[in-house]
């Protein structure tokens, strides 16, 4: 009989659903793989004093589900501090084999895995299971994410590195995490964690056989351009805003919402990727690149720093408009550069990162416990 292996994401199609996506068709012959999601589990505080009525409250409600056509209600947690919700029949989804979600009525899993370290402070889930992993996706530390606990109403930022280590994640039996500086960082505390990773559909990005060959040089960016750890508002647009004074022909190509398919083209006429974040343990959009055969400019963090050839495929900046500038100058300025990374980048890429490989890492671990 198959064992059953419970992800939890914090919304449907988003980064951590698409990661899993990538290891659900290789885990399906020996695993029934289900995804649940932390919004659909999202806690509120609560601001009022209860008391005595705390029960009364609990009671009503427990009355009301069963009586009504109600499908969820809210419970008082136990030390007051929070309101959580109860469904009927809690929102949970099978994988079937062409990765379509069918309902489920399952709560006890054999391994549940939590793509976020922060979901077990800000949701409050009704599944159970044996074994338990968490990830850690933000290389740096505190990490980025919700720092407030609202369970305990604590400001998780306060913590050092051991004691937050100690508080929210020695529980798991497994920690898995992005690239940068993570695997390293953790292993100080533990030897149960591992780099794990896979980038959804990576058959289907479009390659730019044409990177550096028009007079123009196209610059693309994804994602969410507000948060400011990724530097977007703050360094990439100013960069280029500067160099057009310059004169240079340089155009920003840019994809902040949108179904992921629209990725699989979005970089086909596009001559090189900016990654100027101080947290990312990826971001995806490096691999995305580097499927395309676009080379990427970066930061040291997350993916490129583990995997970005300095000056050999790709070139390392410091995280300042000033150094983006230097190495967009650089590049528009020297083609046969450009074209040289182009031509590399995607097979270094594929050596170590093909998903048929960093599938098994997560795969080693799910065999580890059951």
Request: proline share 5%; aromatic share 14%; hydrophobic share 35%.
């Amino acid at each position: 009989m198959k064992k059953n292996i419970l992800f939890i994401a914090d919304k449907p199609d988003w980064a951590y659903e698409f990661m899993i996506k990538t290891w659900v068709p290789y885990l399906q012959k020996e695993y029934n793989c289900y995804i649940a999601y932390q919004q659909d589990f999202a806690i509120k505080p609560n601001k009022t004093h209860f008391g005595l009525k705390k029960s009364i409250y609990n009671f009503l409600n427990k009355i009301r589900i069963r009586l009504s056509r109600t499908e969820k209600i809210y419970k008082i947690s136990a030390n007051e501090n929070f309101f959580y919700p109860v469904y009927k029949v809690p929102p949970v989804y099978q994988y079937d084999e062409d990765l379509n979600k069918i309902p489920s009525k399952t709560t006890h899993f054999d391994l549940i895995t939590e793509m976020a370290f922060y979901f077990q402070y800000i949701a409050e889930f009704p599944f159970t299971a044996s074994k338990r992993i968490v990830g850690i996706f933000t290389d740096k530390f505190p990490h980025d994410g919700p720092n407030f606990d609202i369970k305990e109403k604590k400001d998780r930022n306060l913590l050092s590195r051991k004691d937050f280590y100690n508080k929210y994640l020695k529980s798991y039996h497994h920690i898995i995490v992005g690239g940068g500086n993570l695997l390293t960082d953790y292993r100080t505390l533990t030897d149960n964690v591992d780099f794990v990773y896979g980038i959804y559909g990576q058959e289907n990005f479009i390659e730019n056989k044409n990177v550096g060959q028009n007079k123009s040089m196209t610059i693309g960016w994804t994602g969410t351009p507000d948060r400011p750890m990724k530097g977007f508002r703050t360094i990439i647009e100013p960069a280029i805003e500067n160099m057009r004074k310059t004169g240079r022909d340089i155009l920003l190509k840019t994809k902040f919402s949108g179904p992921y398919e629209e990725l699989y083209s979005f970089y086909s006429d596009v001559d090189c990727i900016v990654i100027a974040s101080d947290a990312d343990s990826g971001p995806s959009m490096y691999a995305e690149a580097c499927l395309s055969s676009v080379p990427s400019i970066s930061t040291k963090v997350g993916l490129p720093l583990s995997f970005l050839k300095d000056e050999k495929n790709g070139i390392f900046i410091d995280r300042s408009v000033e150094s983006l500038e230097k190495a967009l100058i650089d590049l528009y300025d020297h083609r046969d550069k450009l074209i040289s990374f182009s031509e590399k980048v995607k097979d270094d890429y594929m050596t170590v990162m093909d998903n048929e490989t960093t599938v098994k890492f997560f795969m080693n671990i799910v065999k580890k416990y059951i």
